[in-house]
């Protein structure tokens, strides 16, 4: 027992133990704690620390204690504890190069550990790097946020469901917003905290089953610390996931790194994770007042669409649209509204079924909230007008022409109808939507016309023709103009010109659908813009936008079969112009270049030689005499009453010279006497006659309103000779409109007529009420005509198909209403 002594005494036997006895490290230590007795696992780890920090790690003993560990995985928690123990104390004595020493020695073991045992050593060694980090050294931090980035990259068999990283997030995202006085450290502790946010991510994400990352608790500190780092760069580049990789001094720059976390965490989110990302982006900028300007705001945005599932995508969209007017002002809702017409596009490739209607409902929704509201800053209301009709442009561009035409189509039906007087908003939110409707229209590109206007959506689009706000009605014709322009010919016919050479358009046959199309629609479109044509509150700009519409159509649908359409449409635009009292001098001029200008087109798109050198002479004519007859259009005229229109009958298309000019080409001329579009606009006089005849809806006065379509009376009428075929019938469509009770628009354009009647009879002067009721030729010439048309056809008898006796029959001669006067 004389040997049993204290490690601490100095004996006579102390150079013999001292061979194999070292004295116990602890100071506490007292008989019997010689490292002798000590554990095996506490002398290698005793044995791996020099006796200078300076000399760093002993590798040979470090060897033996990772063999040891290797062959004894059930120590591994001991080791790692007495690891912390020796650690903790270092760091409360300050002694941080066996700290460094302490934890390079852990990094090693965990490295080493195989994965079915990795759970004994962890919770160990997550202590020691949590003691690392709540130091106050820098270099530590550092060091602890490596250790862990290091065991982040390890992949583990089996997870832990009790280990838990708050504290981690929370120390990381505080290193993400290091305001240390020296830059270099500053930008060091940064990179490290947002290198530790990362290997938590990593960490996390891949396994539902351990501690949920995606909770608000932890996102609302590490994306907002992400975001953070980012807005400190220079200059904001944008660039797809796939680009990122590739870039070099990602680890020296904390923007750059943090952006590549973010696209990570992105990436990794799925769709029940995607929205607890993208709220605190939100309230980030809204906190710090980033939308405006949105630079920064459209860069990180665009980070997340690129780094997103393709799939879910449009979930941004949608949370940024639901963000719009998030109590904010009109300039930030522009702001957030220029930020969503930058990423809209991205989502339009992947958006399927009602998320695509969806996004448009939302996005026609804040217009109207907008237009709802009354806001004192005008411009800025425009300006996120204007943005929100740019995010539905740039998203309908990138959906397929189907969806394209659907999207158009619910545009259209959200249309306010403008029944009577509308509101000053009404007339602002259709304008607003027509407008987008046009920014759609311009990224739809038309094949067959049919496609491009169902019967529904043709039916709304000529029912807004006759709207009553100028502009409006200007938006609907270049929406029509976007449509029917297939071969870019629409900028060429902007204004009205006789002088189509020089414009160098693209004329192609048409095709047979085509055809189909304008034989069942041709009427109704014809009669819409003869209609918008009569118009007293038109502009020489609503003008101009019927002609291009005209003009388009006769490029497009250049053929035999439309020519005759369109040459009774000019004379019917004429005869409006010569007979519409409401028509201010300007107007009618507008209309006869108009007509004349169609009339020079025909030519042009078809072989007609004979009707192109016809209209040369009236052209010849009309600059001779009366330039003001002819193109550019002006809003004012200052002309003799010698140079009025209906004084230069000679002047005029005559319609006999033109069905002449069609039939020396090889064309049937199937021109009526009648306009067949009057009925449809205003009549040039309110006559006893077509108020009989229009009063009673029962009537088939209206069946011969159809521009094929003619009353079978030829047994009747002197010098008409019967067609055969399809001609004799009555189209279905007629004898619905006979059939049918007046609509609104008819009962509001007769009450718009006889006003109009009214105040005319009652204020126009004398001489003005004979020049609008003088019949439009010479009475003399047209009995020698009818005269004529007898002697070389005899006149059928009335037991032949005759009319009955007492009956008027179809050549029924109404002269002029004397008592007019």
């Keep these: 027992m004389s040997f049993v002594k204290c490690c601490f005494e100095s004996t006579e036997g102390h150079d013999f133990l001292d ?38 790690l002993v590798k040979s003993n470090m060897e033996k204690l990772t063999f040891y560990s290797l062959s004894s995985p059930e120590k591994l928690d001991r080791i790692g504890e007495y690891l912390f123990q020796k650690a903790s104390r270092d760091i409360y004595r300050r002694r941080h190069g066996f700290v460094i020493i302490a934890m390079e020695a852990m990094d090693q073991l965990l490295v080493a550990c195989h994965s079915q045992t990795l759970n004994l050593f962890v919770e160990s060694f997550l202590k020691m790097v949590q003691k690392l980090l709540e130091s106050t050294d820098p270099q530590l931090q550092i060091l602890a946020t490596q250790s862990f980035v290091r065991f982040a990259n390890i992949e583990e068999d089996t997870p832990s469901y009790h280990r838990r990283y708050d504290f981690f997030v929370s120390k990381f995202s505080a290193m993400c917003h290091s305001n240390h006085s020296d ?78 976390c973010l696209r990570e965490l992105v990436g990794r989110a799925s769709f029940g994770h995607i929205r607890s990302v993208l709220r605190p982006v939100l309230t980030h900028f809204d906190r710090h007042e980033l939308w405006v300007p949105n630079d920064f705001a459209v860069h990180t945005f665009k980070i997340i669409m690129f780094s997103i599932q393709a799939q879910y995508s449009y979930s941004v969209v949608e949370a940024l649209l639901h963000h719009l007017d998030a109590g904010a002002g009109t300039r930030v809702r522009a702001a957030r509204a220029a930020v969503l017409s930058s990423i809209v596009a991205f989502a339009a490739g992947d958006s399927v079924g009602p998320s695509v209607l969806e996004i448009i409902n939302n996005l026609l929704t804040n217009l109207r909230a907008s237009v709802a509201r009354d806001s ?71 094949t067959e016309l049919s496609k491009a206007f169902p019967a529904a959506f043709l039916d709304a689009l000529l029912h807004l023709s006759g709207a009553g706000e100028v502009g409006t009605r200007a938006l609907l014709q270049r929406i029509l103009h976007t449509l029917l322009d297939r071969r870019g010919n629409a900028p060429a016919l902007t204004v009205p010109t006789v002088e189509y050479a020089e414009l160098g358009l693209i004329v192609e046959k048409c095709s047979r659908p085509d055809l189909i199309f304008i034989s069942k629609h041709g009427y109704a479109i014809f009669s819409s813009l003869y209609d918008g ?248 010439e047209k009995l020698e005509e009818i005269f004529n048309s007898l002697s070389e056809e005899p006149l059928l008898g009335a037991g032949v198909g005759g009319s009955p006796p007492g009956k008027p029959t179809a050549c029924t001669k109404y002269f002029p209403e004397l008592f007019l006067y």
């Design 19 to 56: 061979s194999f006895v070292q004295k116990c490290t602890d100071p506490g230590c007292c008989c019997g704690c010689c490292s002798a007795l000590r554990p095996r696992y506490k002398r290698l780890v005793d044995n791996i620390f020099p006796a200078s920090p300076q000399d760093g």
């Design 376 to 446: 004192e800053k005008e411009s800025d209301e425009k300006l996120y007008q204007d943005a929100l009709i740019n995010a539905l442009g740039e998203f309908a561009d990138h959906l397929p022409d189907f969806q394209k035409i659907d999207i158009m189509m619910f545009i259209v039906k959200k249309i306010p109808n403008q029944r009577g007087k509308a509101t000053k908003a009404d007339c602002r939110l259709q304008s607003i939507l027509l407008k987008s409707l046009l920014k759609v229209g311009t990224t739809y590109k038309t």
């Design 533 to 780: 044509l009569q118009l007293e509150s038109n502009t020489a700009e609503n003008i101009s936008a019927i002609y291009t519409t005209l003009a388009l159509l006769c490029v497009e649908l250049a053929s035999e079969e439309t020519v005759c359409d369109m040459l009774q449409l000019i004379l019917s635009i004429q005869q409006s112009a010569l007979s519409n009292p409401v028509l201010s001098l300007w107007q009618q001029c507008a209309l006869h270049a108009v007509a004349l200008a169609l009339a020079a087109l025909l030519p042009h798109v078809l072989l007609l030689p004979r009707l192109a050198d016809y209209v040369a002479q009236i052209i010849e004519a009309r600059r001779e005499e009366a330039p003001h007859l002819l193109p550019p259009l002006l809003e004012d005229y200052d002309l003799s009453p010698s140079k009025m229109p209906n004084k230069l009958p000679y002047l005029m298309i005559d319609q006999m010279a033109i069905g002449e000019c069609l039939k020396a080409s090889g064309v049937e001329a199937r021109l009526q006497p009648a306009a067949p579009y009057a009925g449809a606009g205003l009549a040039h006089r309110h006559s006893w006659v077509e108020a009989g005849a229009t009063q009673g809806r029962d009537s088939l006065a209206d069946i011969s309103a159809g521009p094929n379509t003619e009353l079978d009376s030829a047994n009747s009428s002197p010098g008409v000779q019967r067609h055969s075929g399809a001609s004799e019938g009555v189209s279905l469509e007629a004898l619905r409109r006979a059939a049918g009770p007046p609509g609104d628009a008819e009962r509001r354009e007769a009450e718009r007529r006889r006003a109009a009647l009214n105040d005319a009879f009652r204020t126009a002067p004398f001489g003005q009420l004979l020049a609008i009721t003088q019949p439009k030729y010479e009475i003399k």
């Design 183 to 260: 830059k270099d450290t500053r930008e060091k502790i940064r990179l490290a905290g947002i290198q530790g946010l990362q290997g938590v991510i990593r960490k996390t994400v891949s396994d539902d089953l351990v501690e949920n990352i995606w909770e608000a608790q932890h996102m609302d500190k590490i994306v907002p610390s992400l975001l953070y780092n980012m807005q400190s760069a220079e200059k904001y580049e944008t660039v797809s996931c796939m680009e990122t990789d590739t870039r070099d001094g990602l680890e020296e720059d904390p923007p750059r790194l943090a952006e590549a």
